[in-house]
């Protein structure tokens, strides 16, 4: 089981965005170095959204510019908009991950937009990406894959769909997000089979929350159907504003103590990994949720 497994961590957006406590930049910035110290070769640093709306995002710009270069670090920015896609570049991200939802109900409290809305601003997006030669790097995400709280059940087919049409339009990666937990490993395998047709050509990203404590075992179905990208959130903080009840991503130790039992590689320091979320949840003011932090690695 050498087979590499990348793992995007997300703490310091999707991790601090609904946290009650708001960290300024500095303090962020710091985050996301200690993360990069512990392996992390992807990293969602900063949010491009309006801080109004998430105020724990405010500040974007500055944590951009409190980074040392890395080159062998790719820092991403996630963006809702064409507005934010053009912050995040400006900012000098390496990757802007375009967000944009399954269902017309999440859409419109999210972004304000339902599907095709959404859909015409991808394609203005697009458009400014390649007007702009490709650089920086474009992802986009769907939340809400496996269940909406304000739609309810979402089918395989309407989430491949979404995934075709990205596809050919030339994305070529697509994060495929259970945003408030809803999802279990065989529809995983169902969603990711559906999409795995409509849209041979990218490559997929799992995003899974572990509102229902199926977080791991939802993982694990999307690694044994192939999936060769998760994100992750250090400690399991986090959660969506607009999600009512969501709470945190799978932790990252807990994620890569499992794959690296398994004998799957990651490049992660667990140790350092377990360090840095118990970092952040010293200035959250709370311990984090993750096993691992509580019960350390099994070390026989």
Not at 43 to 53: G, I, N
Not at 66 to 86: F, Q, S, T, V, W
Not at 168 to 181: F, P, Q, R, S, Y
Not at 220 to 230: F, I, P, Q, S, T
Request: with cysteine; aromatic share 4%; glycine share 12%.
């Amino acid at each position: 089981m050498s087979r590499p497994i990348t793992l995007v961590e997300v703490g310091p957006r999707d991790g601090l965005q609904n946290e009650a406590v708001a960290l300024d930049p500095a303090t962020r910035a710091v985050f996301v170095q200690k993360l990069e110290a512990a392996g992390a070769r992807r990293l969602e640093a900063v949010s491009f959204v309006h801080p109004r709306l998430v105020p724990q995002m405010a500040g974007a710009e500055e944590v951009m510019v409190a980074l040392p270069p890395a080159p062998d670090r790719r820092r991403i920015g996630l963006a809702l908009n064409l507005k934010g896609y053009e912050r995040a570049v400006a900012a000098g991200v390496d990757e802007v991950n375009l967000s944009i939802a399954a269902t017309d109900g999440f859409g419109l409290k999210n972004q304000g937009m339902d599907r095709a809305a959404q859909g015409a601003m991808v394609d203005a997006v697009l458009d400014a990406h390649r007007a702009a030669g490709g650089s920086p790097d474009l992802s986009v995400t769907l939340s809400c894959c496996w269940g909406c709280p304000f739609d309810g059940e979402v089918s395989a087919a309407q989430v491949a769909e979404i995934a075709g049409r990205l596809d050919a339009a030339g994305v070529a990666e697509i994060g495929l997000a259970d945003t408030i937990g809803a999802g279990d490993p065989w529809a995983v395998t169902r969603v990711v089979e559906a999409v795995r047709a409509a849209a041979p050509r990218a490559q997929l990203r799992l995003h899974f929350h572990d509102t229902r404590n199926t977080g791991l075992a939802n993982a694990y179905a999307g690694v044994e159907a192939g999936v060769d990208v998760l994100d992750a959130s250090v400690g399991g903080i986090g959660g969506c504003p607009f999600a009512p009840g969501a709470t945190g991503n799978i932790a990252t130790e807990d994620l890569v103590h499992m794959l690296h039992r398994a004998g799957f590689e990651t490049g992660y320091d667990l140790d350092a990994l377990i360090a840095a979320g118990r970092w952040i949840g010293d200035k959250l003011g709370k311990p984090v949720p993750s096993a691992l932090g509580r019960a350390g690695p099994f070390r026989p």
